[in-house]
C-alpha cells in the first residue's frame, strides 16, 4: 500500500526567524528527542546519531521526521505531532544545521487528522508528562505517548484506576541481572545467544547496554518499583496524567 502526502509549502525563513517557533520546535525535541539514549541535547548525538552541524537541507528534515526512517529507531512523526509542532521542530533542527534563512520551498506534510480534544485536566496532564523542568523525573523519560517521549517500556496495556494504584503499580517485566560483580534492576529488550540487550534501572534515564551472554547471570523478578521514578509528582499531578492517558 502506498502512502500519499498531502504537502503544503511553509515559509521556511518566518520559520527560522520567528522565535516562538523556534522555542516551541526546541520544547519538543527536548521532551522526546534529547535524551543520551537518543540524539542528545542540542542534537549533539547520543545512542542515536548526532543530527547537529551535519549539513542537512530543510527539505532531508521535514521528511525524516514527518515519515521516519524504515527499519531503524527513527519513528514517523506525521499524525502524532501537530502542524505548529511539526512546523516547529523542522525550523529547530534546521538552525541546528546552521540554516538560519532556509530556502522558503522546504516541504513538510500536512496533517490530515488532529488528537482527540482534551478536557483542561487532561491537556494539564499531557503538558505534565513531558514537563521539562522535571529534567529525568517527567514521565516522557521512559514512555511515549502521541510521539512525544521515549518507549523504553512497552506500551501501557490498560490504565490505571486512580492515583494509588498507579503508585502501586506492579512491574513484572522488570528482573535482576548481575554484571562483574554489580547487580541492577533491568528491562530486558532481547537475549540471544550472542548478545543480551536491556535498559539499566539503576538511574534514570535508564541505560541501555549490551553484554555478551556469558557476563552476565539473569534471575526474575526485582526490587524495583515504579513508584520510584515518579516522586517529582504529587498527587494531583498524578491524577492529571492519568486523565491525559485516558483520553488517548
Not at 132 to 142: D, H, I, M
Request: charged share 15%; net charge positive; proline share 6%.
Amino acid at each position: 500500500m502506498k502512502c500519499i502526502f498531502i504537502l503544503f509549502f511553509v515559509p521556511a525563513l518566518a520559520l527560522a526567524q520567528d522565535p516562538n517557533v523556534l522555542k516551541q520546535g526546541q520544547d519538543v525535541f527536548n521532551k522526546s528527542c534529547a535524551t543520551g539514549y537518543c540524539h542528545g541535547a542540542s542534537g549533539v548525538g547520543g545512542g542515536a546519531p548526532r543530527i547537529a552541524a551535519r549539513g542537512f537541507d530543510q527539505a532531508y528534515i521535514a521528511n525524516t521526521i514527518t515519515r521516519g526512517i524504515p527499519n531503524t529507531g527513527m519513528q514517523a512523526f506525521a499524525g502524532t505531532l501537530s502542524q505548529t509542532e511539526l512546523n516547529g521542530v523542522v525550523a529547530y533542527v534546521a538552525r541546528l544545521n546552521g540554516i538560519v534563512s532556509p530556502a522558503s520551498s522546504a516541504a513538510v506534510p500536512a496533517q490530515t487528522a488532529s488528537g482527540p480534544v482534551l478536557s483542561a485536566e487532561a491537556a494539564r496532564g499531557r503538558q505534565l508528562f513531558s514537563d521539562a523542568v522535571r529534567s529525568f523525573g517527567r514521565c516522557s523519560t521512559c514512555h511515549e505517548v502521541n510521539g512525544i517521549g521515549i518507549p523504553v517500556a512497552a506500551p501501557m496495556g490498560s490504565i490505571p484506576e486512580n492515583v494509588a494504584a498507579l503508585r502501586a503499580l506492579a512491574t513484572p517485566r522488570v528482573s535482576t541481572a548481575t554484571v562483574s560483580g554489580e547487580t541492577m534492576p533491568i528491562l530486558m529488550l532481547s537475549n540471544r545467544t550472542q548478545s543480551v540487550l536491556f535498559y539499566d534501572l539503576t538511574a534514570t534515564p535508564p541505560v541501555l547496554r549490551t553484554e555478551v551472554p556469558a557476563a552476565i547471570r539473569l534471575r526474575e523478578g526485582s526490587d524495583w518499583r515504579h513508584s520510584s521514578v515518579i516522586g517529582s509528582y504529587n498527587d494531583q499531578e498524578l491524577s492529571s496524567i492519568l486523565e491525559y492517558l485516558r483520553s488517548n
